[in-house]
T-cell receptor
Framework: GQNIDQPTEMTATEGAIVQINCTYQ??????LFWYQQHAGEAPTFLSY??LDGLEEKGRFSSFLSRSKGYSYLLLKELQMKDSASYLC??????????WGAGTKLIIKP | ETGVTQTPRHLVMGMTNKKSLKCEQH?????MYWYKQSAKKPLELMFV???????ENNSVPSRFSPECPNSSHLFLHLHTLQPEDSALYLC??????????????FGPGTRLTVL
């Protein structure tokens, strides 16, 4: 079966760095997405990785290792507004998105 | 005008009611999706439409009935729902389904409670 694993919840301190991991087992791979979802709001696109390596976009970076079935989202200089759920999703061989359950990130002052 | 809008934002209904959820996208996209989001569970894809044709129906019970009259509008008609159908229903759209991964843009969702 297809599976996406990510931690249920993480806590970090304002100004610090946090890494949210995502591991996947899917039938085929056509890229991995990260989305951010604030409580009561729509998920919004953060990043897309299809090749191995690190993609940096401001305070957020996303890493992919296809051989390990592994990705992480790195958030630097954390701000209170970064408190949200972070969703990992993999595009499988049929280009259908397989979603993780999301990681709730709590930022403390 | 925000990209993808959904109405209503909140809905409470009894098991014998009939209601409809509406989604509208203002992005010029050709594909639209319905998802169910339950607490601490992955997003569940329910239906996919491409150019107003249904291309995906993930074994969704018949008490959920989608309708896509044009590429900008998507409806989800609800009837005789069960309490376990209570969830956040999200609509999304993307440019196209033509053989490549495509970023999906989501609406804010409808929080549905079935009594």
């Amino acid at each position: 079966g297809q599976n996406i694993d990510q931690p249920t919840e993480m806590t970090a301190t304002e100004g610090a760095i946090v890494q949210i991991n995502c591991t996947y087992q899917t039938s085929g791979f056509n890229g991995l997405f990260w989305y951010q979802q604030h409580a009561g709001e729509a998920p919004t696109f953060l990043s897309y990785n299809v090749l191995d390596g690190l993609e940096e976009k401001g305070r957020f970076s996303s890493f992919l290792s296809r051989s390990k079935g592994y990705s992480y989202l790195l958030l630097k200089e954390l701000q209170m507004k970064d408190s949200a759920s972070y969703l990992c999703a993999v595009s499988d061989s049929n280009y259908q998105l397989i979603w993780g359950a999301g990681t709730k990130l709590i930022i403390k002052p | 005008e925000t990209g993808v809008t959904q109405t209503p934002r909140h809905l409470v209904m009894g098991m014998t009611n009939k209601k409809s959820l509406k989604c509208e996208q203002h992005l010029g996209h050709n594909a639209m999706y319905w998802y169910k989001q339950s607490a601490k569970k992955p997003l569940e894809l329910m239906f996919v439409y491409s150019l107003e044709e249904r291309v995906e129906n993930n074994s969704v019970p018949s008490r959920f009935s989608p309708e896509c009259p044009n590429s900008s509008h998507l409806f989800l008609h609800l009837h005789t729902l069960q309490p376990e159908d209570s969830a956040l229903y999200l609509c999304a759209s993307s440019t196209e389904l033509a053989g490549g991964p495509d970023t999906q843009y989501f609406g804010p969702g409808t929080r549905l409670t079935v009594l």
